[in-house]
C-alpha cells in the first residue's frame, strides 16, 4: 500500500505469522473489516516458508508442529483447510556421549523398554512420571485455552471461569495439588533428579522447556515453563509450522481478510487515549478502530505509539519485558537422509543432542555472559520425511534450532562468527552422524540479531517476550496488559508475547481477538 490515501477497516492486524493470522479470521468472522499488514514481502511471519537453498525448502524459523493448540484448529477449521494432523508425534532419538541413545516414543511402553537398557529402576519411574503428568494435563490445557482472568477485577462470566479452574485442580486430588504447587517453582535439575539417574533421559526430558527462557536446568522455575512447553503439544501439523500458516491463510481469505505484504507499520496513531489508525512505512495511512498487534509487546507499546500514550509507570512496565534471545536457526540441505551411527529402523526425524542437564547448564553458563557455547546443543527436525517436497527426491531438509546463541556477541555477529556457530552445530551433530559432512549440500545460519531485523522480533527472541513465572498467564507479558488490552483503547497485544506464548500456539491470536470483540460488545 502506498500514497496518501486514508483507507478504512474495522482492525488492523500487524504481522502476519500463525497468531496474527488467527486473530485475523476471529475478527473477520465476527463481520469486521480486517486488514493484516505484514512488514516482510511473505505472508506467514516466522512461519512462512523459504526457499534457503535452489530446490530447499524450510517449514518455517521455529519447526515444532506440535505447539498448534486444539481449540485454534477446531474454531477455526483448519483441517477443512487442507490441514493434516498426525495424532502421534514422530520420536524423539536422545543421542548422548560415547554413542549412548534413547528413544522417546508416543507410547509408554515401548520408551519404557529403552530406558531399560541403561537402567530397570529409571524405566520403572517413567511409567509413574508420565501418570503423574496425565493427571495435571486437564488443569494445564484449561489454564492454556481460557484467557487469563483477573481474581481482582473478574466479571460474572469470568468468576465462572475461575471456579471451573479452581475445581479443576481441587479434583486433583490433596496430594497431586500439593505436589504441584511444590515443583512448579523448582528447578529441572531437582525435579527431574528426584525421578531419574540417567544423565540422557533426563536431559532429553528436560531440554525443551528451557526453550524460550534465560535459564538452566538448575534455575528456579525452570519447571513452571517446561510445563508450560510439554503439556501445551498436541497433534502434530504435517508439513511444520508453514503447512498450518498456510491452512490459517486460506481461513483467513475465506473469512474475507485483507492481506498486504511489504506493508511495514510505521506508527500507531492515538488521539483522546484510543486508536484512530496507523501509518505505514510508505506513507500510507489507514483508519481504524482497533489494531491487534501480532508483533513483539516492546514493539507494539514502545516503538509504535506515540511518545505520550503511555504514562511514564506504564511505559517503564513494558520496558522491563525481557525479550533476551538465545536461539540460533541452522538450516541445512541434505544429499541423502540423516542416518546415525549403528542406528536401525526407522529414519530419523526428530533429534536432541542434549547429553546431560549439565551439558544444558554449560551451555545457558555461555549464554549469560554473551558468548556462544562452546557445544552448542541442537534441537533437529527432518521435516522432509514427512513432506518429501520441501527437497528434491531422494535428498532432505535439517531444521536445527542452536541452543545457546545470543542476540549481542563481543564485537558484533558476522559472517565469519556466523559460519562458525554453524560448524560448531555441524560438528556436534556429526559425532553422531558420521555421513553427515559428505551429505551436505548447502548451509544457512541465521543468528538472533538476523531474526530481529528480518522478522521484527523484539530482541530476537522467537517467542517475542520470555517465558518465565513472571511473564506468563495474566502476567504475560506484564501486569498491564495481561488480558491482551492495553493502556490505549482499541490496542490489543495478540502475538505469541501474550497469553499463552509460542510462536506455533495461534491461541495467542484466536485468544487475543476474542478479548477486543468483548471489549466491543462491552
Known amino acids: 500500500m502506498s500514497g496518501s490515501a486514508r483507507e478504512r477497516f474495522d482492525c488492523v492486524v500487524i504481522g502476519s505469522g500463525i497468531n496474527g493470522l488467527a486473530a485475523a479470521t476471529v475478527l473477520a468472522r465476527a463481520e469486521r473489516r480486517v486488514l493484516v499488514c505484514e512488514a516482510g514481502e511473505r505472508l506467514g511471519g516466522t512461519a512462512a516458508a523459504e526457499e534457503f537453498h535452489p530446490g530447499y525448502r524450510t517449514v518455517g524459523v521455529h519447526h515444532d508442529a506440535a505447539l498448534l493448540r486444539p481449540i485454534v484448529t477446531r474454531a477455526l477449521d483448519l483441517e477443512h483447510h487442507g490441514l493434516s494432523l498426525r495424532p502421534n508425534p514422530a520420536p524423539t532419538v536422545l543421542a548422548g556421549e560415547g554413542g549412548a541413545r534413547l528413544v522417546l516414543h508416543a507410547d509408554v ?25 496425565d493427571r495435571y494435563r486437564p488443569l494445564v490445557e484449561r489454564l492454556l485455552d481460557a484467557a487469563p482472568s483477573d481474581p481482582f477485577d473478574a466479571s460474572p462470566s469470568e468468576w465462572g471461569a475461575l471456579a471451573r479452574t479452581g475445581l479443576s485442580l481441587r479434583l486433583l486430588g490433596s496430594r497431586d495439588m500439593t505436589e504441584l504447587l511444590r515443583i512448579l517453582p523448582m528447578s529441572l535439575f531437582d525435579w527431574l533428579g528426584e525421578w531419574f539417574q540417567t544423565d540422557l533421559l533426563a536431559a532429553g526430558l528436560g531440554a525443551s522447556g528451557l526453550e524460550g527462557t534465560w535459564m538452566g536446568p538448575r534455575s528456579a522455575g525452570s519447571v513452571f515453563t517446561w510445563f508450560a512447553h510439554e503439556l501445551s503439544r498436541g497433534p502434530e501439523a504435517v508439513g511444520g509450522p508453514a503447512a498450518v500458516a498456510r491452512a490459517l491463510l486460506s481461513a483467513a481469505r475465506s473469512a474475507g481478510v485483507f492481506l498486504c505484504t511489504d506493508a511495514e507499520v510505521r506508527r500507531v496513531e492515538v488521539d483522546g487515549g484510543a486508536v484512530r489508525g496507523v501509518e505505514l512505512a510508505d506513507g ?51 544429499a541423502g537422509p540423516l542416518e546415525l551411527a549403528g542406528a536401525d529402523g526407522p529414519p530419523v526425524e526428530r533429534l536432541c543432542t542434549a547429553e546431560s542437564l549439565d551439558t544444558l547448564e554449560r551451555a545457558f553458563d555461555a549464554l549469560k555472559y554473551r558468548r556462544p557455547a562452546e557445544r552448542p546443543w541442537l534441537d533437529v527436525r527432518v521435516p522432509s520425511h514427512a513432506d518429501p517436497s520441501l527437497a528434491p527426491p531422494g535428498h532432505h531438509v535439517l531444521s536445527i534450532l542452536v541452543h545457546n546463541a545470543p542476540a549481542e556477541v563481543e564485537g558484533g555477529w558476522d559472517e565469519a562468527r556466523r559460519a562458525e556457530l554453524a560448524t560448531r552445530a555441524l560438528d556436534g551433530l556429526g559425532v553422531h ?7 551436505v549440500v548447502a548451509t544457512r545460519c541465521t543468528t538472533p540479531d538476523q531474526l530481529a531485523r528480518r ?18 498467564l495474566f502476567l504475560r507479558p506484564d501486569a498491564d496488559c495481561g488480558r491482551y488490552a492495553t493502556p490505549v483503547a482499541g490496542l490489543f497485544l495478540c502475538g505469541s508475547g501474550s497469553h499463552p506464548g509460542g510462536p506455533a500456539s495461534g491461541a495467542c491470536g484466536l485468544l487475543g481477538a476474542r478479548a477486543l470483540l468483548a471489549s466491543r460488545q462491552g
Open 284 to 334: 500510507a495511512n489507514i483508519a481504524c478502530e482497533a489494531v491487534a498487534a501480532a508483533c513483539g509487546p516492546r514493539r507494539a507499546l514502545l516503538d509504535l505509539l506515540p511518545p505520550t500514550a503511555l504514562s511514564p509507570e506504564e511505559a517503564d512496565a513494558a520496558a522491563s519485558i525481557r525479550c533476551r534471545a538465545g536461539i540460533a536457526k541452522l538450516d541445512v540441505a541434505l
Open 455 to 472: 522478522h521484527r522480533l523484539d530482541g530476537g527472541h522467537l517467542h517475542q517476550a520470555e517465558r518465565s513465572i513472571d511473564q506468563a
Open 109 to 133: 511402553d515401548r520408551t519404557r523398554e529403552g530406558i531399560a537398557a541403561h537402567s530397570k529402576a529409571d524405566a520403572e519411574r517413567y511409567g509413574a512420571w508420565r501418570r503423574s503428568l
Open 433 to 439: 552422524a558420521p555421513t553427515l559432512a559428505e551429505r
